[in-house]
């Protein structure tokens, strides 16, 4: 297992760096480039709530019914190669990042159901792989003994303006104000609900990006896990991957 650690038992131990924050922070992009660097791998959990509101959605799932959806996530077969996203054997990665999509997963990330299934999903690809994963929860509740934690967080101007980018890319068509309203909603109802609800786990570093690149946050979080690396127990093995 490449990058793992030996523990004193002699059994291997995998490293978890979370990342979390609300929508369009930059967080999928700065965790895909920062496991890049790492050479460990990328973990999309948004994609994973994502995956399964299509899948809902292609079925014609009540997404107001946690039982229809408990009975939905229990049927899926999901899988996350590098750069991609399958459900059911059949390439999804662009379809799951639709405007339709984006605004029915709140429904999805709300059912307790589907939550302990994607989960127990996460913790399982973390199993087997030194991993860099973002979401809302990440630090908090599905790796709250994570090597390293950070929360990415950015005006809701600033970051409207960079989700905006990403479907005027795709050549959807959606105005400024109308993705600044969705986040905004979506941040008040993240930090509310009752289930995984989106804060910074109390020993996470809290990440302001506004006015900073990718790789400007990036190199920040390259450098910390270095610094955190030469002083753990893995040694200086881990931290020479970020300088090679």
């Known amino acids: 297992m490449s990058g793992s650690s030996l523990t004193d038992d ?23 480039r920062l496991a890049d660097r790492l050479g460990w791998r990328f973990l999309d959990t ?34 996350l190669p590098p750069g991609g996203v399958f459900l059911d054997g059949q390439d999804v990665t662009q379809a799951i990042r639709t405007v339709e999509v984006t605004r029915s997963s709140r429904f999805v990330a709300d059912s307790p159901s589907v939550r302990r299934r994607l989960n127990n999903w996460q ?27 950070y929360y990415l967080t950015a005006s809701a101007e600033e970051r409207a303006r960079r989700r905006l980018a990403e479907y005027q890319a795709r050549g959807e068509s959606v105005s400024f104000e109308a993705v600044l309203r969705d986040h905004q909603e979506r941040d008040a109802r993240d930090a509310a609900r009752a289930l995984a609800p989106m804060k910074p786990a109390d020993d996470a570093t809290i990440i302001e990006t506004t006015g900073s690149t990718i790789d400007q946050v990036v190199a920040r979080l390259a450098e910390d896990i270095q610094r955190h690396l030469e002083q753990s127990s893995w040694g200086v093995e881990g931290a020479r991957r970020l300088t090679s």
Request: charged share 25%; aromatic share 6%; no cysteine.
């Open 46 to 79: 948004g994609a994973l709530y994502r995956v399964v509101t299509l899948a809902a959605l292609r079925r014609g799932v009540d997404l107001t019914s946690e039982a229809a959806l408990g009975e939905l996530v229990a049927t899926l077969t999901v899988s």
């Open 10 to 32: 002699g059994s291997f131990m995998t490293r978890v760096v979370t990342i979390d924050g609300p929508a369009g922070a930059g967080k999928s992009t700065v965790a895909r």
């Open 123 to 149: 913790r399982a690809f973390a199993a087997d792989h030194d991993i860099v994963t973002e979401g809302r929860d990440q630090g908090t509740l599905v790796f709250p003994d994570a090597f390293r934690k």
